[in-house]
């Protein structure tokens, strides 16, 4: 049986509508709107295709506050996973990259009973001000293999290993996909261009079968839930919340407005004769003019 | 590569009652649907018939899909009343033919197959997944190949596979029949052409309009000068809150003379008698001239919004239980949300100059192939282990006002699912043991009588009808007719001369201008009323009709015209629903990403459906 973790995170909603501003341009938490975060999704179909094609069992762990559950709810409809875990502790509050990774490693290890897990994913990266380094930092506490912006793999059951192929920047110059073989267990990051390849009759019964058991599993997801404070964890105070961060946010500028010297002009295009300026304007541009 | 017992090509109503069917039968069957959801792709007018038949066995809606049908399905409303209305300028001149609508019918509903064949779907794939099977959506089935005894399935997304037997319901542009070569492509001469709009109307309108009680509804056909003189007519169905309204016309009728299909829908539109079924109260902007171009624009967005919750709120107050208003809190009884509609009315009205104007509301325009079966029935609608059923065999009938495909689609499936699941239970797929067993199960189906032969019972019915209106007034040559046939020997005579020489001889007759044009014109002049309409219908013009359409585009073409010069290819200049066809000097190019898979120029070309979840994708049907 392969063991699957996933870690994901409950993130504002950034579509139209859903996001609210305080009236200093940063975000006003308490009227956005909370979904389950788009990279965390993205990890989600990653072990849903595990799930489908090898017949992986999943657990999804999340650090949060309470109504991080819906996240965890969010990700058992595309998962169908058979465990939800919350780690939610006061203690957490304030933590940085390098304190959640501690939550994490903990809530990873405690994963089905503290069963040894196979492949943990998480997503590329979260949407409200994370900068990448969870994953890789959970990763290195647990000791597990780490494989960043993986796009495609596929695994070896029998000689537990897995093949990955991976996106690569080559210091911005190039992008080159890399494909590694290595032992699990391993640490995965799931690049956001991602999508399971479901190229089987067999594959696509599976995964209609699993999606709607996941469906069903989720109107009762409170009994797949398993809420973690910092002492059912092992934690040590000292490595969690504020006093586990090293990160000092020092200041936190806004972004300025570019200056531009652009002009706008509306155009009605009820009229199409409104149009005929617009394209002699784009044709001009297009000859260089 | 992995093996299956059996495949169903097709997640139209036929294919999906096979599932079902098959699945109920403790057999495994898996069903490949090439739109991404099911019922994106089909389309009907529709009713939806359970019938019965002294003559034989039929097997209904709800005996594949449960008794409880009625009361569990989406349908629209239950069509109590059937009417024909001849027309001929504002005179029309209207028939009661309820007693046609009930001859040998359990009941009919008004479906759309956008809401009704996801439904069946979730029944049937619920009984397949308990043995194995199921259903897979966008994938689209390519190619079929028998390789040493193996039957291999072919597609554009998957793997290949291999399966036992195959229920092809791939619809009336069937690529299987193609593939296997099992019939040639249906000509214009088997076919009917088919072009509908289905408009917006609250609930509670339809009924007071349409004199109908809660959940019921009724049909409307329309003959005479609608037609712009082809073979065919119009029909409009009520829905829960929407019409169905379309016309079907004889495609030989349309070579002939051609003529835009959404011109076709738009004469209906203009009949007195159409425009006032179908009149709403819409809200129309106004113009704010006074103010800057950007100030404008900001009008129009508030305004936009406010129109839709204006519409959003109308609606729900026009239909049962106020749309659930109340229920959920957001009013405490109906006079406020009344109040809340005319205090929005009279916003627009006084701050934004909107007027209220009647009109009506377009939601979905489409088209489609029809086959008449009496005319393209397949002698033998198998191959090999390929079982051809609903029309992807050309099975469908189609007689005067009589359009009925979805019945005995459903009817064809039930029996390819008895002789496959028999073939299952022996091994044997020769097509000898498969095929011969379900050609003769077809044979046993009513409605295989009815493709074959005149129902006496129902040209009866239909003469009885229409005996006390006086012809001599309309038409001596039909008078005289008539008077023969309400002589009940001479009518018996009669209809077995006609049945010997067969629908082909007689055809030409009963199908004719005549019948379709003149003579409803004449009725009308003679003895219609004169309707008149209280205002001018908007139509929206082929380019609005088509934005409001959602496609999902393949960069590559699924159609490939065999002959650019062909006289044929020209005329689908004219007669291809969405204009996808166009002279290049001599040439008529191809610009396929408007094409709704009618089918219509398939004749001329290479003609596949779109790769998987590629193409429309209709949201009614
Ligand atoms: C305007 C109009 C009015 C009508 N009115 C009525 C009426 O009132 N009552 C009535 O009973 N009937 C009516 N009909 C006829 C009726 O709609 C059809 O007979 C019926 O819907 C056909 O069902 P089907 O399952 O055979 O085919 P379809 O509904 O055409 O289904 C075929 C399916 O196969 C899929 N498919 C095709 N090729 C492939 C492939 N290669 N791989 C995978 N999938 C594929 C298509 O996407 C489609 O979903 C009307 C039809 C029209 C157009
Ligand atoms: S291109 Fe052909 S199939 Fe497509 S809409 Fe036009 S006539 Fe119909």
């Known amino acids: 049986m392969l063991n699957v973790g996933v870690i994901i995170k409950l993130e504002p909603d950034f579509s139209e509508g859903n996001v609210s501003y305080n009236s200093d341009g940063t975000l006003n938490r308490a009227e956005t709107k909370n979904i389950l975060g788009p990279h965390s999704a993205i990890a989600c179909n990653a072990a849903f295709y595990c799930k489908v094609k090898y017949g992986a069992r999943i657990s999804i762990g999340t650090m949060g506050p309470p109504i991080a559950e819906s996240a965890l709810k969010q990700a058992q409809v595309l998962t169908d996973a058979e465990e939800l875990n919350l780690y939610s502790d006061r203690l957490f509050a304030g933590a940085d990259t390098l304190a959640t990774a501690e939550v994490l490693k903990n809530g990873v290890e405690k994963m089905f009973g503290a069963d040894k897990m196979d492949i943990v994913f998480s997503g590329h990266r979260a949407s409200d001000g994370e900068t990448g380094q969870t994953g890789p930092q959970t990763a290195w506490k647990l000791g597990y293999t780490f494989l960043g912006n993986v796009m495609d793999f596929d695994i070896d059951l029998d000689r537990k290993v897995i093949v990955a192929k991976r996106l690569i920047s080559l210091q911005g110059m190039d992008t080159i996909i890399e494909e590694i073989e290595c032992p699990l267990p391993v640490f995965i990051t799931i690049d956001p261009s991602y999508k399971s390849a479901f190229s089987t009759v067999s594959q696509r019964l599976g995964a209609n079968k699993y999606s709607k058991q996941g469906r069903k599993k989720s109107e009762n997801y409170a009994q797949f839930l398993k809420t973690y404070d910092s002492q059912k964890l092992d934690l040590d105070p000292k490595l969690v919340g504020l006093p586990g961060s090293p990160t000092i946010v020092y200041r936190v500028e806004r972004i300025p407005r570019a200056k531009t010297n652009r002009k706008t002009a509306i155009i009605d295009p009820s009229n199409p004769d409104n149009l005929t300026p617009v394209v002699t304007k784009i044709i001009e541009i297009a000859r260089g003019k | ?621």
């Open chain 2, 1 to 621: 590569m992995e093996q299956f017992d059996v495949a169903i090509v097709g997640g139209g109503s036929a294919g999906l009652s096979a599932l079902k069917k098959l699945s109920d039968l403790n057999k495994s069957a898996i069903l490949i649907e090439a739109g991404d959801k099911i019922g994106t792709k089909n389309v009907s007018g529709g009713i939806l018939y359970s019938k019965n038949d002294p003559t034989g066995r039929i097997f209904n809606v709800e005996d594949v899909f449960g008794e409880d049908f009625e009361s569990s399905a989406p349908i629209e409303r239950l069509i109590k009343k059937y009417y024909l209305h001849a027309t001929s300028g504002n005179k029309i001149f209207t028939m009661d033919l309820t007693p046609l609508h009930e001859y040998k019918t359990n009941f009919g509903f008004s479906v759309l197959l956008n809401r009704l064949n996801p439904w069946f779907a979730e029944r049937a794939s619920e009984s397949a997944e308990k043995q194995g099977g199921g259903i897979i959506t966008g994938v689209h089935v390519s190619d079929i190949q028998w390789i040493e005894n193996k039957t291999i399935v072919r597609t554009n997304e998957l793997e290949d596979f291999q399966v036992k037997s195959i229920i092809a319901a791939d619809g009336i542009n069937s690529e299987v029949a193609e593939i296997t070569s099992a019939r040639s492509k249906f000509n214009p001469e088997e076919v009917y052409f088919g072009v509908k709009v289905i408009i917006k109307l609250p609930e509670k309108i339809i009924e007071e309009r349409f004199h109908l009680d809660s959940s019921e509804g009724s049909a409307h056909l329309l003959a005479g000068d609608i037609t712009l003189n082809h073979v065919g007519g119009g029909f409009l169905y009520t829905n829960r809150e929407t019409l169905s309204l379309g016309a079907v016309y004889h495609y030989n009728s349309l070579l002939s003379n051609p003529v835009a299909p959404a011109q076709l829908v738009d004469e209906l539109i203009k009949n007195p008698l159409v425009s006032e079924y179908i009149k709403d109260e819409v809200p129309t902007r106004g113009e704010n001239d006074d103010l800057s171009k950007e100030d404008q624009l900001k009008v129009q967005l508030s305004v936009s919004k406010l129109i839709k919750t204006y519409n959003d709120l109308r609606y729900k107050y026009f239909s049962k239980n106020n749309g659930g208003l109340i229920e959920s809190g957001r009013f405490n009884n109906t006079e406020e949300i009344k109040s809340r509609i005319d205090s929005i009315k009279q916003d627009l009205t006084e701050k934004y100059g909107t007027k209220f104007v009647n009109n009506y509301v377009e939601l979905e325009y489409s088209a489609k192939l029809i086959p008449d079966g009496k005319r393209c029935v397949m002698k033998r609608p198998y191959y090999n282990n390929v079982l051809f059923i609903g029309d992807a065999a050309g099975r469908g009938i189609f007689i005067g006002p009589k359009i009925e495909g979805i019945n005995v689609g459903i009817d064809d499936a039930v029996r390819a699912s008895i002789a496959v699941s028999r073939s299952i239970e022996k091994n044997n797929f020769d097509s000898d043991y498969l095929g011969n067993y379900f050609q003769s199960m077809i044979n046993e189906s009513p409605y295989t009588r009815q493709m074959i032969k005149i129902d006496e019972g129902y040209l009866s019915l239909f003469l009885d009808l229409v005996k006390d209106i006086s012809f001599s007034s309309a038409n001596p040559g039909f008078e005289f007719g008539l008077r023969m046939m309400k002589n009940k020997r001479f009518r018996e005579t009669a209809l077995r001369l006609a049945n010997i020489l067969g629908y082909k001889r007689i055809l030409p007759i009963i199908e004719s201008e005549r019948a379709y044009v003149k003579v409803p014109m004449q009725l009308a002049d003679k003895l219609g009323k004169v309707v008149t309409s209280s205002y001018t219908p908007e139509i929206p013009a082929l380019s609005e009709r088509i934005a409001k359409l959602q496609y999902n585009d393949d960069t590559e073409p699924h159609i490939t015209v065999n002959d650019k010069r062909s006289e044929f290819m020209k005329k689908l200049i004219l007669l291809c629903p969405t204009k996808c066809y166009s002279l290049e000097g001599k040439d008529v190019m191809l610009q396929h990403e408007g094409c709704v898979e009618c089918g219509t120029c398939s004749i001329g070309t290479r003609w596949r459906h779109p790769k998987g979840e590629k193409g429309i994708r209709y949201r009614y049907g």
